[in-house]
Every structure is written in C-alpha cells, then in structure tokens.
C-alpha cells in the first residue's frame, strides 16, 4: 500500500516533466525554423534589392527615368533620376506640362490604370521643359506603365524616355537607308545576370533575340560558365572585381551569332567586398561599325574642307565668348534710355527719338518706337543693322538687342533692359561658314563623280583589251592581227593615261608638285616631244602640224612638265577635232615685269570649241564638256597645276562652239645665250 501511495504521488510530478521537455524541444524547433526562415527571407531581399539596383543601373544606363503617380494624393514624385523636384509636383501641375493636344490623352490613360481598367501600358506624348514665361520647348516622351499597390486608386508606376533626339532624326533624315535609322530610332540593350560562380540565372527577352537563345532555359548558355567562354576567358578570371567595358566581335556558331557587340560587365559585390553577382549589358554594333567603316571611306577627300570648316567655328567660338557688348535699360516714365559699359557707371543717356534714329531701317521701327511701352512689355530679341552708337557713327553693324520687361514692388510695368551685342564678325563668320560648307558639300559631289567616272573610264580599255586579247589566239589573217594589236596597244596607252592622271592628282593632294628644272636643247626636245606627239592623231581628216621657230634653243626648264602639258593639251584636241588640224608650237617672249624670259606653248585646233561660260571651268577637277568623250577631267588640273607651281599662267582662247580652240600656257625660263 505504501508502495502503490508513492506511485500515485509520483505520477503527476513524471508527466509534468515530460511536458516541460516536450514543450522545450517545440520551442527549440520553432525557433530554429523561425530563424532559417528569417535567414532565407533576409536572403531573398537582399537578392531582390541587389536585383533592384541592377535593374536601377540598367535604367540609367539607357537614361531612363521612373516616376510614382499617387493617384489619391494627386502627387508624383521621382523614383529613379531627378525628372522633377525633390518633393515632386501635383498631378494638375505635370499635366499643365503636356502640350494641349495630349493632355487629355494622358489624363485618360492614368486614369484607367488608376481604376484597373488595365494593368499596364504604353503611350506617348509632348511635354514641355521650359521655364516659366520662356518660349516652350517642346519634348517627346516615351511613357510605359504600371499599375502598384491593392486599394483603388491604385499607384501608377511610370518609366519615361525622353525620344525628342530620336524623332527629330526621323523627320530630318527620312532619305536615308533603313540600316542608318535602325541605329538611331532604337537603342537595343541586352541584359544578363550571372551568380558568383559565372553561370547563368537570367536574362531579358533583348539578350535572348540578340544571342539567339533556343527557349528560357537553353543548355548552351545557361549550362555553360562564362569564364570559359571567348571573350571572358582571356580577360577576366573568377572572383575579379574589375570592370570591363569593350566592343569585340561575338561568335557562337552554334546559333549562328557573328555579330560586334558592345559589352559592359559589371560585378555586383556584397558589404565585405565579395561578388554576388554578375550583370552583363550588352549592345550590337554591327550596323554601328558598318556604317562607320563607310564613313571613314568617304571622309579621306573632304579631310581639308573639314579642317576649314573647324577654324571658322573656333573663331566662331572666340567671337562669341569676346563680342562687344553694352547693357541698357529704359524707363517708360523718363522716356529715355540709360548704356552702360559696365555696372557700375552708365556710358550714355538718350531718349527713345534718339536712339531710335541710329537703326538703319528706322522706317520700320516708327510704329515700335511710338508705341514703344507696348512693343517692350514682354521678352524680345530683335536681330537688326544699326550706326554705331558706341564707335564712329559712319559705321553700320550687325547688332543684337535683347530685351526683358521690369516691373515695381507693386507689380506695375515701369520699363525693360537688355543687352546690346555687335555681332557683325559673327555674321561674317557664318557667311565664310556657309561658304567652307558649301565647298565641302562640293567636294563629296565631285568626289562621287570622279568615283562613277573612273568606274566607266578605266573599264572600257580594260574591256577591250581583255577581248581583243581572247579574239587574237583565233585569227589567222597577219593584218588582222595587226590590227587588233594596235588596238590593244592604243587601249593600254589609255589605260596608262587614266592611272597616271590618278596618280598625279593624288601627288598634288597629298604635297606640293616639286618641280626640277634642267639644261636642255628645247628645240630638240620639242621635235622628239612632237614626233611621238603626231602619232595619236590617227582620223585621216586631221593634220598634225608642228611649229618649231628654233633650230637649237638652250633653256633651263622642266621638260617632263613641260611634256606632261603639251600632252594633255594635245589629247585634248585629238578628242574634240574630227576635221582640220592641230597645231602644237612655241616661243620665246619678254616679260616686262621681270627680266626672265618667258615660254609660251600652245596648242590650236579646229575641233568643237568651247562655249565662253564655260571657259573658266575648263581648268578645275573633273570637268568635262562632253559626257561622252573618254577621260577623267583631271588633265587640264593637272596643267594648271603645274603651271601654277612653275609661276606662270594658263589659259584657253575659243570663239564659241564649232570654232576651235587654243590652249596655252606661259611659264618664267632661263635661256642661256649662244
């Protein structure tokens, strides 16, 4: 009995032990699962905000901003950039920004959003970025949306992209191929996100179109490291925390990628310095560079129109920064205007009759000067000539005279100031501008001539002696095979004649032609040059005719530039005279302005003769009167080129079409007595 008393005393104390460890070990449990859960939460924000930052840089890269409209506090506020202030603005206040005919578009648009008529959407419109009382400035803004929170209103999350550059390039470059828009119109940007290790957790739908990606999760890069791919593998090993930034070109033939890519990898690192992640932005520029490659072809020939054009902007510049300027201010009640040269002491005091008399069109300015307080009572900027107020009074000068209205404590209009500028050397500089502008323009267009040109010219003797060539192995006939030799050798001679002008050209662009004068019997020089001269003449209707007034003549002269132009003088004539003669002589006169001789060459012809409006063009680079004449137009250049540097003159003498011409040239020599 006492034995089973004590059990039954004994049983209650055993089950409340038992009790308390088992509710020990339910808490033990229940903390250690609280605090894996706590762990894996914190984990899964920090990824999330790691994530955040990523997707924030990405924007930024792009320029991209994002608002948060609260619909039912009608406030807007920034959330990544500083589209508008600090504390944000009222919806009413950023819609008084949108240009009136989009206005109501974009109210209707933020309302169904706000009301769940939709989820998210696309729009864009106008807004305008001036300042208050400025001319508006209008902007085209690329609005995507989303709707955030759980109660209706419902928040509306926005990302603006300002495409103002965009689609002003659309409307002024419309010509141009479709390859140079797709450019321009869009900025494609590929992303991806890399754990620690290099291996792929995602990427955006622009990555997945650019790298031809097979589904959301295909093997070939998502199973594979990006360290032991090309680019990286060379570059970059794991656990380095550079980062890079480089254009190359990405090959994976798997998916049947060639493409240049411009690509920015950029680790993400933990508090301690570690790398958690990896982005990877990524941009193709196969059209960039294409494009680019094409330009730098074209920009070779217009090299020194360019550089003339970057002086006249430099001192474009200059006059700009140093323009002779006045400050001025009027005062409707004194009806005077006060200058002054600097703050703090005026230079001149004129009533508004008076200076008006210093515009040089003062008819025209009567009716602003009599209603003067109402033509200034807002801002102007008038661009007008003008006598000097300031210098002699005889002069005129460009001025620009800036004006913005001044009112009292009480609001009241009382008068306006501004600036005075002499902008008269900047006028001028824009007109040399235009000119230098003007001559690059003329530059590509002759450049392209002279591309199509060569094209034809050096084709067709190329074709001619390819197929005279073939048909010489299958005649027979010794004199028609004479004859096609002749041909060949004719064409070759041409050949030689175009690539000879194009390498001539091409010395005198790229330095001065360096001319070497030599001891030479002219006269004997003159027969030999006239021998093979005579042979290019080969219509029966047309004599060569020579005419050498020396037997023997001693000069000091450049005979292979001589040459160079009596050839091309006779070429010339060859091309043009189908009947009469061609005459090719020389002689010596005096100079009365120096105490040298002079040579005088020419070359007379009575061939198709050149009109007189179009004599003083004969002599520039890829003239030709006649289209359907072989030749480069770089000849006759060539010859005024030569003489030039010889210091003396060219010229043409012609009555008019159908009359024969006569080309001549003059250059200073040194005879040496007999």
């Not at 990606?213 to 656990?239: A, C, T, W």
């Not at 005062?331 to 040269?341: A, D, G, L, M, R």
Request: some cysteine; overall charge negative.
């Amino acid at each position: 009995m006492e034995t089973m008393a004590h059990m039954t005393l004994a049983a209650p104390g055993t089950l409340t032990i038992l009790m308390a460890g088992l509710a020990a070990v339910v808490f033990i449990v229940t903390v250690v699962f609280n605090a894996l859960g706590v762990r894996r939460l914190r984990r899964r924000t920090h990824r999330a905000a790691k994530i955040g930052q990523i997707m924030k840089y990405a924007m930024q890269t792009e320029r991209v901003t994002s608002l948060r409209f609260e619909m039912g506090r009608g406030r807007i506020t920034n959330t990544v950039g500083n589209f508008l202030p600090e504390d944000g603005i009222s919806t009413k206040e950023y819609l008084d920004t949108v240009h009136p005919d989009d206005r109501q578009k974009v109210s209707r648009f933020l309302t169904q959003l706000s009301i769940g008529r939709m989820s998210n959407g696309e729009m864009r419109y106008r807004r305008n970025t001036a300042r208050r009382g400025e001319k508006p400035r209008w902007r085209y803004i690329f609005n995507s949306a989303a709707i955030s929170g759980k109660i209706m209103p419902y928040d509306v999350v926005c990302t603006l992209k300002d495409e103002t550059d965009l689609y002003e390039d659309q409307l002024q470059e419309q010509d141009l191929d479709t390859r140079y828009r797709s450019i321009f119109e869009r900025s494609i940007v590929g992303l991806a996100i890399y754990d620690n290790e290099g291996m792929l957790i995602a990427a955006n739908k622009d990555m997945h179109d650019m790298m031809h990606m097979e589904g959301d999760h295909d093997p070939l890069f998502y199973d594979v490291n990006i360290f032991s791919r090309q680019p990286f593998r060379d570059i970059i090993k794991p656990d380095d925390v550079t980062e890079l930034h480089f254009c190359t070109k990405m090959i994976v033939p798997e998916r049947g990628v060639y493409t240049y890519m411009e690509l920015q990898l950029t680790p993400q690192l933990d508090d301690v310095g570690h790398i958690q992640h990896y982005a990877l932005a990524a941009r193709d520029v196969t059209a960039e560079r294409e494009f680019y490659l094409k330009n730098v072809e074209n920009d070779k020939q217009i090299r020194r129109a360019n550089e003339d054009i970057q002086r006249y902007e430099t001192e474009l510049q200059y006059l700009m920064d140093k323009c002779d300027m006045r400050v001025w201010r009027a005062s409707f009640k004194n009806h005077e205007v006060t200058i002054y040269k600097s703050l703090s002491r005026y230079e001149q005091k004129l009533s508004i009759e008076q200076i008006a008399r210093y515009f040089v069109n003062y008819g025209l300015f009567k009716d602003r000067i009599r209603n003067f307080q109402e033509e200034f009572n807002r801002p102007l900027t008038v661009v007008c000539q003008m006598k000097s107020v300031f210098h002699n009074p005889d002069e005129i000068h460009w001025n620009a005279i800036d004006s913005i209205p001044t009112f009292d404590a009480e609001g009241n209009l009382e008068g306006c100031f501004g600036t005075l500028r002499n902008i008269t050397p900047l006028i001028q500089a824009q007109e040399k501008l235009k000119e230098e502008t003007r001559r690059a323009n003329d530059s590509a267009r002759l450049k392209s001539v002279f591309m199509a040109n060569m094209t034809h010219e050096i084709r067709t003797p190329l074709n001619s002696i390819v197929g005279f060539s073939d048909l010489l192995t299958m005649i027979d006939d010794p004199e028609q095979k004479r004859e096609m030799v002749r041909v060949i050798m004719n064409n070759c001679d041409m050949l030689v004649r175009l690539i000879n002008d194009i390498l001539e050209i091409s010395a005198m662009d790229g330095s001065a032609i360096i001319i070497s004068p030599e001891e030479v019997d002219f006269a004997k020089v003159f027969d030999d040059m006239c021998e093979s001269l005579e042979q290019r003449v080969q219509m029966p209707t047309v004599t060569f005719v020579k005419d050498n007034p020396y037997a023997t003549l001693t000069m000091s002269v450049d005979q292979r530039r001589v040459q160079q132009v009596v050839t091309n003088f006779v070429t010339n004539a060859v091309k043009y005279t189908r009947q009469g003669h061609i005459r090719v002589g020389y002689r010596i006169e005096d100079n009365a302005d120096s105490a040298r001789p002079q040579l005088f060459i020419y070359c007379e012809d009575t061939g198709a003769g050149i009109p007189k409006e179009k004599q003083a063009s004969v002599f520039e680079r890829f003239v030709k009167l006649n289209d359907y004449v072989q030749g480069t137009g770089l000849g006759l250049s060539i010859c005024k080129a030569i003489t030039d540097r010889c210091g003396g003159q060219i010229g043409v003498d012609s009555e008019g079409e159908g009359k024969g011409s006569t080309f001549w040239m003059r250059i200073p020599v040194d005879i040496k007595k007999q």
